[in-house]
Structures are given as structure tokens and as C-alpha cells.
């Protein structure tokens, strides 16, 4: 993980967000690397997650501030509880946002018998 650009570790986030979770949310975040000069704004809308890269939105509903270690945690096991995250302003969405991510069984059969 920790040879992934910010963009593939969103692009990862994306495939994790459940559809389903998602439907009918609309919001923005400004996400912020604290350890390096990466920064990004995602939105989730339509069951989508889409992102810019070192952008910031006045729009967003929420700045999230976190160290890249965390986000790389975040991309493998969204249920662990994060370390180093501040959230300035609706922190409720990043929560929502976790909530809206997969969690993948790393052992699934490939072949079942």
C-alpha cells in the first residue's frame, strides 16, 4: 500500500464503496494528507465516488486531516477504528462514508468444491 499514489489508493476506496450503502448520498470531502502534500476532494453522488487530485472544495461538508498511514489502513479494513483523524465541520458524513465502504473477505474460495 505504501507504494500507491493517493490516486490509486482513492480509485481502491471507490471499488470498495457499496452501491447499495450509497444510494442517495450527496456530499463532498476535502481529504487531507497531513504527512505529505497530497490533498484530494471526493464526492460520493449517485453511488459513485469520484475525486480530483490536490484540490479543495469550498463546498465540502467536511475537511478530513489524517496521516497516510491511516488512509492506506482505511483502503484495507474500513471496520478498524482510525488513528490521527481530524474531521472540521459535518463529521458525520465521514463516518457515513466509512460506513458506505465493503469490508473483503481476504480468504474467499477462488474455486468452490
Not at 500500500?1 to 476506496?13: T, W
Not at 471507490?14 to 484530494?40: C, H, P, S, Y
Not at 458525520?92 to 465493503?102: N, T, Y
Amino acid at each position: 500500500m505504501s507504494a500507491m499514489s493517493l490516486s490509486q489508493l482513492l480509485d481502491y476506496l471507490a471499488v470498495r464503496l457499496n452501491g447499495q450503502k450509497a444510494n442517495g448520498e450527496d456530499f463532498r470531502m476535502n481529504l487531507i494528507i497531513n504527512d505529505t502534500a497530497d490533498k484530494a476532494t471526493v464526492q460520493v453522488k449517485n453511488s459513485v465516488l469520484v475525486y480530483w487530485l490536490d484540490e479543495s472544495s469550498t463546498e465540502a461538508n467536511v475537511t478530513v486531516y489524517m496521516p497516510r498511514e491511516t488512509l492506506e489502513q482505511l483502503a484495507l479494513d474500513p471496520s478498524i477504528p482510525l488513528a490521527g483523524v481530524i474531521a472540521i465541520g459535518d463529521s458525520s458524513v465521514f463516518e457515513r462514508f466509512i460506513g458506505m465502504l465493503d469490508v473483503f473477505d481476504p480468504g474467499f474460495n477462488i474455486v468452490l468444491p
